[in-house]
T-cell receptor, first 116, second 109 residues
Framework: DTGVSQNPRHKITKRGQNVTFRCDPISEHNRLYWYRQTLGQGPEFLTYFQNEAQLEKSRLLSDRFSAERPKGSFSTLEIQRTEQGDSAMYLC??????????????FGEGSWLTVV | EDQVTQSPEALRLQEGESSSLNCSYTVSGLRGLFWYRQDPGKGPEFLFT?????EEKEKERLKATLTKKESFLHITAPKPEDSATYLC??????????WGAGTKLIIKP
């Protein structure tokens, strides 16, 4: 039973470059979430998908951020023209709404982004 | 405004010294309260879900309880490997997940 898988685990990029993170959810999980977390804070919601449909996106999310989930399987999160303020851990999570514990979301190990 | 507050921000205990972490919430229509454990540099690991006041869940040295205003995570006779940040989150009536900032727990041998 594999958990949520994220890669790369670490990414260092220069300001202004584009970066892309990939997330493979737990198989059969129909919901997939992206969060961002900085030190000393709880996760901050970015967006979520139900199957391939992006159902919600944080109003705080810059237009430089885009996420996709083609075919309702894996997902990618792209950040264009990175800024130093984008440095954070990007967390992917998934859940299955058809189970009794469908509200429970399970996280991956996270992808650390450092913008220099 | 819906809010989740965790206290204390940090807690240092000696190995074997039992204590409790607090998660107080103000949400319109609680749909579930969650506890996660997070080790440095890793994603949160699910511990418990609680849905209604009076409910309790246990796992090894951890026990979570829920009232209408708050939840406690009790840790009994902790070991150094219990050191981590413990996060609390709640679903409001719109199934928006609201997170606390976490309690950093340090268990000294």
């Amino acid at each position: 039973d594999t958990g949520v898988s994220q890669n790369p685990r670490h990414k260092i990029t220069k300001r202004g470059q584009n970066v892309t993170f990939r997330c493979d959810p737990i198989s059969e999980h129909n919901r997939l979430y992206w969060y961002r977390q900085t030190l000393g804070q709880g996760p901050e919601f970015l967006t979520y998908f139900q199957n391939e449909a992006q159902l919600e996106k944080s109003r705080l999310l810059s237009d430089r951020f885009s996420a996709e989930r083609p075919k309702g399987s894996f997902s990618t999160l792209e950040i264009q023209r990175t800024e130093q303020g984008d440095s954070a851990m990007y967390l992917c999570a998934s859940s299955f709404t058809g189970s009794p514990s469908g509200n429970t979301i399970y996280f991956g190990e996270g992808s650390w982004l450092t913008v220099v | 405004e819906d809010q989740v507050t965790q206290s204390p921000e940090a807690l240092r205990l000696q190995e074997g010294e039992s204590s409790s972490l607090n998660c107080s919430y103000t949400v319109s229509g609680l749909r579930g309260l969650f506890w996660y454990r997070q080790d440095p540099g890793k994603g949160p690991e699910f511990l418990f879900t609680l849905y209604s006041a009076g409910e309790e869940k246990e796992k090894e040295r951890l026990k979570a309880t829920l009232t209408k205003k708050e939840s406690f995570l009790h840790i009994t006779a902790p070991k150094p490997e219990d050191s981590a940040t413990y996060l609390c989150a709640v679903y409001d009536s719109n199934y928006q997940l609201i997170w606390g900032a976490g309690t950093k727990l340090i268990i000294k041998p």
